[in-house]
C-alpha cells in the first residue's frame, strides 16, 4: 500500500506537499475505508486552482519510469514550477510490503531526466544516487566497481530500480518485485474534455468494443440500473459488431447517439470498474463532473468496496458526510497543503456530526 506521498517543485506546488495515510484514528464506523492502518479510501476536497488534479498526477509521476503502462503524452509539459524551471522536482513514497517499509525518492529535471534516486527498506540504505556518486549495498547486490562507475555516471538516465529488476534474480516476495507489481497497477483516470488515463492499461481502447468482445453487454445494462436507474435495453450483438446499439420504442438505435454526457462518463467509469479488481491503487480526478449527487453517492459505495486503494476528487460537498466515509478520510486541499478534515479543527468529530454543515460554515478554514 501506498503510505506517504510528497512532491516539491510540480507545477503548482513550489513547495514541498506531504500526503500521510497513515494517520487513521479509531474511529468506529466505516471501517472499510482503513486497511492495515493505513487509509484506503478517500475523497479529496478543495477549491477551484488549488491543485487537486495536479496532486494525482504527482503521485502517479512513478508510473512513467518504472512502467511500461500508458503514459499521458504530454505529461512533461508545464511538469516544474513556472519560478524555479532550473531546479528537479522531487519525488517522495513510503510504500508496505508485506510489513516491510519502503522508501523511495528520486527527482528529475523540466525534461523528465532522473538526476538522483535513492531506496531505502526497514531503514537500511539499500542504493543512493546523486551528484556523480553511487552508492550500493553489496549485501543486497554484489556489483562490479566497473558497473558501479557506469551507474553512478548514468549517461543513458536508466533508473537504478530498474536495472536492479532486470539484472538480478529476485524472489516472487523481493520488496523490488512487490513495488514493480505495484507501480504497474497503478490507474489514474478523467472524463471531462477528454478521456485520458495513466497506468494499468497498455493500449487506447474503444469502450464499445471492449463490452461486446467480453460478452459484458447484459452486465453494463444491469450497472445502468443499478447505479442510475436507467433502464436501456441493448440489442444483442454480433462478436465482431463494435458499437452498442439499444432500443428506443422497439427501434435499433446506435447508443453513442442517444447517450448523455453523464452516462457516457458512466460507461468509461464500467470500463475501468471491470479493470480495478487487477489495480494497486487507483485515483479519479473530478469524478462525478456530470453526475447527480445521489449518482456520486451510488457510485463512491460501489467503489469503496474494491480491494485496492482508491481515492476521488470532487466539489460535490453533499458527499462529505459519516455515512460515505469518516472524518480522517476526507481531504482539504488547499494553499499547498492537504489535510484530513479531523486535522483542520480543533472540535472533535464524531459520527453523529453534520460534517457538510460544519464545511459550509467555515469549521475546517484553518
Known amino acids: 500500500m501506498l503510505c506517504k506521498f510528497a512532491v516539491t ?3 503548482g506546488f513550489e513547495q514541498r506537499i506531504e500526503w500521510d495515510l497513515t494517520k487513521a484514528r479509531d474511529y468506529a ?3 472499510f475505508a482503513i486497511k492495515n492502518k493505513t487509509i484506503k479510501n478517500g475523497i479529496i476536497y478543495g477549491p477551484n486552482g488549488s491543485g487537486k488534479s495536479n496532486f494525482g498526477l504527482a503521485i502517479f509521476d512513478i508510473v512513467n519510469h518504472l512502467s511500461q ?3 499521458k503524452p504530454d505529461y512533461y509539459m508545464n511538469f516544474v514550477f513556472a519560478g524555479k524551471q532550473k531546479s528537479t522536482v522531487d519525488f517522495e513514497y513510503v510504500f508496505n510490503f508485506n510489513n ?4 523511495y525518492d528520486y527527482s528529475k529535471t523540466a525534461q523528465g531526466v532522473l538526476q538522483s534516486e535513492k531506496l ?4 537500511t540504505l539499500i542504493f543512493e544516487r546523486k551528484l556523480g556518486t553511487f552508492y550500493i549495498n553489496d549485501k543486497e547486490f554484489p556489483m562490479d566497481e566497473k558497473i558501479q562507475n557506469n551507474l553512478a555516471n548514468n549517461a543513458n538516465n536508466v533508473s537504478i530500480v530498474s536495472f536492479l529488476l532486470t539484472s538480478y534474480p529476485l524472489a516472487e516476495d523481493s520488496y523490488l518485485i512487490q513495488l514493480q507489481n505495484f507501480v504497474n497497477s497503478m490507474l489514474w483516470f478523467r472524463s471531462l474534455r477528454m478521456n485520458e488515463f495513466i497506468g494499468l492499461g497498455t493500449n487506447a481502447f474503444f469502450i464499445d468494443e471492449y463490452i461486446i468482445k467480453n460478452n459484458l453487454v447484459k452486465d453494463f445494462q444491469i450497472f445502468l440500473e443499478e447505479v442510475s436507474n436507467q433502464k436501456f435495453e441493448f440489442v444483442k450483438p454480433n462478436s465482431n459488431d463494435k458499437h452498442l446499439l439499444c432500443f428506443i420504442k422497439g427501434e435499433p438505435v446506435l447508443f453513442n447517439l442517444i447517450k448523455s454526457t ?3 462518463s458512466l460507461m468509461l467509469l464500467y470500463f475501468w470498474y471491470k479493470q480495478m479488481e487487477n489495480a494497486s491503487f487507483v485515483f479519479i480526478d473530478e469524478f462525478d463532473a456530470f453526475y447527480h449527487f445521489k449518482l456520486s453517492k451510488n457510485i ?4 469503496f468496496e474494491l480491494n485496492c486503494q482508491l481515492f476521488l476528487t470532487s466539489h460535490n460537498t453533499l458527499l462529505l458526510c459519516n455515512d460515505l466515509l469518516r472524518p480522517d478520510c476526507n481531504f482539504l486541499l488547499d494553499k499547498n497543503k492537504i489535510r484530513a478534515i479531523h486535522d483542520c479543527t480543533e472540535k472533535e468529530l464524531r459520527e453523529g456530526h453534520n460534517i457538510e454543515k460544519l464545511f459550509r460554515g467555515g469549521a475546517f478554514d484553518q
Open 9 to 11: 517543485n510540480y507545477r
Open 29 to 31: 464506523f466505516n471501517t
Open 69 to 71: 503502462k500508458w503514459k
Open 100 to 103: 516491510q517499509t519502503v522508501n
Open 120 to 123: 531505502i527498506v526497514d531503514k
Open 262 to 264: 453523464g452516462t457516457d
Open 300 to 303: 463512491c459505495r460501489k467503489l
